[in-house]
């Protein structure tokens, strides 16, 4: 039996690979930056839970229903270098765990636990910031 949609091949036959705008992105995980570190100053729960849930549009549905990434393309400039998008994708999956385990930690009361993995998060966007220059993807 075959599918009711077939599957779309391009004419050359070569796989399409999913790509974002590098510049857009830098200045996303930069406004992420600035969003972890208000929630480090004032452990403020809709911080957070705006940080996971934008953390989450990105990670696993639509990079463009971000409120960050719609932020960070109204301060880009023009059009930026496209790179492949599944090492971006990975990086905000994992910040929508450490959000969503510091948003735990945080509703249960645990204040010294929830101090530490909001430090942890800290420093993560700090490598996904420095780690987004690389020419390597």
């Known amino acids: 039996m075959e599918p009711y949609f077939p599957p779309i091949t391009p004419p050359d ?12 992105y830098r200045i996303t995980a930069a406004l ?27 990670g696993f549905g639509t ?6 990434n719609w932020l ?9 270098k496209a790179v492949k998008a599944a090492p971006k994708v990975l990086k905000a999956r994992i910040g929508f765990v450490l959000g969503l ?5 945080a509703s249960y009361g645990q204040a010294k636990l ?16 420095a780690f987004s220059f690389r020419k390597m993807e």
């Open 13 to 24: 036959n070569k796989p399409v690979i999913p790509t974002l705008d590098l510049t857009r």
């Open 63 to 68: 990079p463009y229903y971000s409120t960050l």
């Open 32 to 58: 992420a930056f600035l969003m972890a570190l208000a929630f480090w100053y004032t452990f403020s729960p809709y911080i957070i839970i705006f940080l996971v849930a934008d953390y989450a549009m990105r």
């Open 114 to 129: 929830t101090e530490i993995l909001a430090g942890v998060m800290l420093v993560y966007t700090v490598f996904v910031i």
């Open 72 to 80: 960070a393309s109204k301060v880009q400039g023009g059009p930026g």
């Open 101 to 105: 385990a510091v948003f735990t930690l």
